[in-house]
Every structure is written in C-alpha cells, then in structure tokens.
C-alpha cells in the first residue's frame, strides 16, 4: 500500500443489491493499495462515488436526486464525482452528457482501472481542464479473483463466486450492465472463506447474479456450496440471487442436508402465468415451478421459501394477474418482494413488448399482493410461537439500541430485550418465540 503526503479523501455510497456492497468494498481495497483514504463524513472529501444500481426507474431516481444534491457541494470547493455500477454501465450517455458534474465513470469490469480515472480528473481539475475520465468495457474474463475486498466488519461476509448474467429475462438490465456470467476458481474462494473464518466472521453469503448457475471445470454450486460450508469456524453460509431452473436434486439434498448450510431458498417466480413467464424468457412454466416447490418441501417442510414477484408486465391481464395472486396463496411463502413492472432501456422487453399497464393498475396490484404477503407472511411467523430457534445476533435492533436483533436460520428477524438478554453479535443465542408480526419474531431467553 502506498503513502502520499495529502492523501486524497474518498466518499463512497452504495446502491442496489449485495453484488455492489461487495463491489464497494473492491474498490475500497483497489484505492487504498493507491493511497487514497476513506471518509465516512462526505462533506470533507475530495472524491465522492457513488456506486449505482439500474434494475427499476426509482433506483434511477435516487442516484439523481443525489447528484442534484452534490452541484450545491460542488460549487464550494474542488470535488471530483464518479459514478460507478450498473448505472454507469448502462446510461454512459446520459451520464457524461447531460450531467456535466460527473467526472469518471466505471462500470462494474472496470474498477481496476478507477485509481488512475480518478488520478486523472483531480490532475485535470487543477489544471482548470474539464476532461472526464471513461471506462465502462465489459469483460468476459474479469472476476477480480485477486484482490480481497476490504469487509467492514460485522458477522456476514460477502463473496462473490461469479458475475454477469446469460438468462436474459426480458424485463431485465442486469445481463446488459454486468455482462457475460463467469466463475471463479474454487480453491479460489476456498481459500478467501478460510481466510473469512480466520478474521472471526461467522456466516458467509456465496453472492452472484444467478449464483447458482456457478460452474468451474467439474465443480457446480453443489459441490461449491459444501466446500465453502465444510470450512472450519463459518456456522453458517447462505446463497443469494438463485434461478430456479439451477435446483438440480444435488443442491437440495446440499442444503436440506447440511448443518451448516442454511434452511432458506429465495427462488424468484416473478408471475404466476405461463404466457407472462413465457414473454419473460423465465424457462419454466408454473406447474414446474410448483413442482420444484414441492419437492422442496418434501425434502424439508420447515425450509424457508421467499420471492420476487413483478406486477403490472407488458400486456398483464386481470386473469393473468390473478394466476399470480393464487400462486403466492398456494405457495405460502415466509416474504415475498413485490416490485411494480419498470421499462429498462436496452431490455428485449422494451424493444418487443409496449408498456401497456396503465401505472394505477400496476399500483393496485403491487397493494394486493403486499396486502395479501402481510397475511400470509404473519401466519407463517406465528407458526413459531412457542418454538425455540437458534438465533445468530448480528448487532441492535435498528428501532432501538436496547433491543439484540439477530436472524434465524431461515432469515427471519428476531428481536429481543436486551435487559432480559444481554448479546453480543456472532453469538448464537437460543431463544423462545413468545410473538410475531409479517416482519418480525419477537423472543425472550429460553
Ligand atoms: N438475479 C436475481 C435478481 C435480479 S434483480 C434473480 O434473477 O432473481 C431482483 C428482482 O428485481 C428480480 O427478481 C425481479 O423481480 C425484479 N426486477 C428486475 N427487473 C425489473 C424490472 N424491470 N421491473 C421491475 N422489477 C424488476
Ligand atoms: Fe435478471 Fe433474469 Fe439474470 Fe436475474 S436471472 S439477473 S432477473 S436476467
Ligand atoms: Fe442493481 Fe446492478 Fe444489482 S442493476 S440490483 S446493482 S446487479
């Protein structure tokens, strides 16, 4: 790592999913082997990223508003402002364009090359030149395999065991902003979890665009995921965002069966209808869906299910939606995120498919199935009362530093009274269920 006289102060905020959490904390390991410094406080940086995210027009609209609010910033002292992730992957145009206040732009393949585009534009602003400094080449190769992501602290750590996305779903972005799917070499992330384990921390995330589409030689996700969980001193390791046409037997047998792998799938369905899912390019249909559901819950029926769901897609009748709202009753699942149907730029669906919907058909139907999830999401909590859990406490409850808050294996929130239950995070504590919301368990000690 190198030293500088006046290191340079960096300021970085993160949208979007866990991959750009992890993705912040490459670039924070990449700038500090440069010398730069990280600062929590934005008002006394030289450099502010922000790291952005394109999956729905609102997540758009917050990296604006944003950016609005760093030309006030900007116009009292010198400032360089770069905008990273999938955003700048996606709307390199825009960006550099329209918004004359950024000044470096990196898409997720690229951040190798960030220290020297930042370099480069403070050089640039000294020198009164306004040039802007690009770099938004997908890679088909680039994992970043080595360089260790510098992790905050906390009980989770992240890894990153692929990236990019092959599945094209109509609706989405993600296969244009992160590219090619690519894995990385197992021993690889053996060893980064060996590592993990060393430092103290007590659960992994195995993260990737379609995780478990992992393959490396003859290793697929299986055989990845049982490595990674057989590694000494993790208790608990986890995997997020699956696709539901990579649940080969092998992969439930790993999860149903291993102890320290935990008892919760996300398996995404986003409609319940075959033409919807047809036109979204999902490759399954709802009876196989519903297949894989059952065999899951044969396996084990105290897993823990949980969705994504999109409402209001191109064309979506009343019938086609009411498939969708059926479904989320027969499945049952613990939660569900409901998202209303946003056109991406670049999409097959925007290219094919008008956005028909009209937005308050869309909304009530968001509502309906959030109504809907809250009932469901409370019964199935309420299944647990009375019932003693393992909890892994990962701090204070954000309401409140006198309630613990930690997560069962399944990933549900527990909270407790810290009067009655002194904590400290990486514990596990085993608790009694005693109340519980749509949202929240709520447990006192045993
Ligand atoms: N790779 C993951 C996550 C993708 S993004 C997966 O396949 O599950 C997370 C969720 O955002 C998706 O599951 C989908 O429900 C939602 N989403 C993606 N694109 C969207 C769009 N254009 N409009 C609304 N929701 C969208
Ligand atoms: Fe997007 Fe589909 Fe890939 Fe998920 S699997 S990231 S929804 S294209
Ligand atoms: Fe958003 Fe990119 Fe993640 S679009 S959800 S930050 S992969």
Not at 82 to 96: D, P, S
Not at 308 to 327: K, M, N, P, Q, V
Not at 392 to 403: I, T, W
């Amino acid at each position: 790592m190198s030293t500088r006289p006046n290191p340079r102060q960096v300021h970085i905020e993160t949208f979007g999913c866990q991959m750009n959490e992890y993705d912040s904390e490459l670039v924070r390991t990449l700038l500090k082997r440069e010398g730069y410094v990280f600062t929590e406080d934005r008002e006394c940086a030289d450099v502010i990223l922000m790291n952005t995210c394109a999956i729905r027009e609102n997540a758009h609209a917050k990296v604006y508003t944003h950016l609005s609010d760093l030309k006030a910033l900007k116009k009292t002292r010198p400032l360089v402002v770069g905008v990273l992730g999938c955003m700048a992957q996606n709307l390199k145009e825009e960006l550099t364009v329209k918004e004359p206040l950024v000044d470096v732009l990196a898409g997720p393949d690229a951040y190798r090359r960030l220290p020297m585009l930042i370099d480069d534009a403070i050089r640039a602003q000294e020198q009164g030149l306004g040039s802007k400094g690009l770099a938004v080449d997908l890679s088909e190769y680039e994992t970043y395999d080595d360089v260790t992501p510098e992790r905050t602290g906390g009980v989770n750590a992240w890894i990153a065991v692929m990236r990019g996305c092959d599945n094209f779903c109509s609706f989405c972005v993600v296969p244009y902003t992160r590219g090619r799917e690519r894995s990385r070499d197992p021993q690889g992330i053996l060893d980064e979890a060996r590592r993990i384990a060393d430092q103290g921390f007590k659960q992994i995330t195995l993260l990737g665009q379609n995780v478990n589409s992992y393959r490396s030689g003859d290793w697929d996700f299986a055989r990845l995921i049982s490595a990674v969980a057989d590694v000494p001193g993790i208790e608990r390791v986890r995997f997020t965002s699956p696709h539901p046409k990579d649940f080969p037997r092998s992969l439930l047998e790993a999860v149903v069966s291993h102890p320290r792998i935990c008892k919760h799938i996300h398996l995404p369905v986003q409609s319940g209808n075959d033409r919807i899912l047809g036109m979204m390019n999902r490759t399954y249909t709802r009876a196989e869906y519903l297949a894989l559901v059952d065999e899951i819950r044969r396996m084990d029926s105290d897993i823990v299910l949980t969705t994504d769901i999109i409402a209001g897609f191109c064309s979506e009748s009343d019938a086609e939606f009411a498939d969708t709202y059926r479904l989320l009753e027969t499945v049952r699942y613990h939660s569900a995120f409901v998202f209303l149907y946003s056109e991406r730029k670049h999409t097959i669906a925007a290219r094919k498919f008008p956005d028909d919907v009209p937005a308050e058909v869309k909304s009530q139907r968001v509502t309906a199935l959030v109504e809907l999830q809250r009932r469901i999401s409370t019964e199935r909590n309420r299944e647990y009362l009375g019932r003693t859990l393992p909890v892994l406490v990962e701090g204070d409850a954000k309401k409140s530093h006198l309630q613990g808050m930690g997560k069962t294996d399944g990933n549900i929130t527990v909270i407790w009274d810290k009067s009655t239950l002194p904590s400290q995070p990486g514990q596990t504590l085993s608790l009694s269920i005693y109340d519980a919301s749509a949202s929240t368990l709520y447990a006192r000690p045993v």
